[in-house]
Nanobody, 125 residues
């Protein structure tokens, strides 16, 4: 079975940093377009960072310059380095994958993702 498992969320003060990680089982990240999506209470899911199969990265304006997505092929993980965290970054953060045919160009349309992790909570307070 294909499975994504996030970890590394937590509570941090404004201006602080966190580095959630997403581990995959059942497939290899480098063969799929992947992304991080967040959902704040009462709001819709928001695609915030993605990485295409060719390694190109893309970001929502809300996180550009503060967040960095990276892929560790040896560990088969996708990390999200989050710096300069703000109160409005508080949300559940999900790792997600497009289907094998996906190329990552639908970002930030979250309906393009077909496999989701269970999420990791990030609270900035």
């Amino acid at each position: 079975d294909v499975q994504l498992v996030e970890s590394g969320g937590g509570l941090v003060q404004p201006g602080g940093s966190l580095r959630p990680s997403c581990a995959a089982s059942g497939f290899t990240f480098s063969s799929y377009a992947m992304g991080w999506v967040r959902q704040a209470p009462g709001k819709a899911r928001e695609g915030i960072a993605g990485i295409r199969r060719d390694g190109d990265e893309y970001y929502a304006d809300s996180v550009k310059g503060r967040f960095t997505i990276s892929q560790d092929k040896a560990k088969n993980t996708i990390d999200l380095q989050m710096n300069g965290l703000r109160l409005e970054d508080t949300a559940m953060y999900y790792c997600a994958s497009e289907p094998p045919s996906g190329d990552g160009y639908c970002f930030p349309v979250v309906s393009a993702y077909t496999v989701w992790g269970q999420g990791t909570q990030v609270t900035v307070s």
